[in-house]
């Protein structure tokens, strides 16, 4: 029987990760959604327009800095097995998710 990828076994295209991936992803994500909820305060409180910006764009930053690391770990995971497998369509997959978030 072959072996499927984690992150896409059957017609769900889940991934199941470890508790630490979960919770150093999600950690990310509240810092994220905290910084975000900050932003709004700072529109409330008619914050200076430049001190908002530079707000947007750690906020930006981090949510970069997010998307890198979950894309490294799938190309380790889940590209790697793929390709191993000779499933050459992910690498398709992959070059349009490098395309998004390139823009």
Do not use: W
Not at 15 to 44: D, F, H, P, S, Y
Not at 63 to 84: K, N, Q, W
């Amino acid at each position: 029987m072959e072996e499927q990828c984690s992150c896409c076994a059957g017609e769900s295209r889940k991934k199941k990760r470890t508790e630490e991936e979960v919770r150093q992803l999600t950690c990310r994500l509240n810092r994220i959604e905290g910084q975000i909820r900050g932003i709004r305060n700072m529109v409330a409180q008619d914050a200076y327009c430049p001190d908002i910006l530079t707000q947007v764009a750690a906020a930006n930053a981090a949510l970069s800095a997010f998307g890198r690391e979950l894309l490294a770990a799938h190309i380790r995971s889940c590209v790697t097995r793929d390709i191993r497998d000779g499933k050459e369509e992910t690498v398709d997959e992959l070059l349009g998710i490098l395309q998004k978030m390139m823009k």
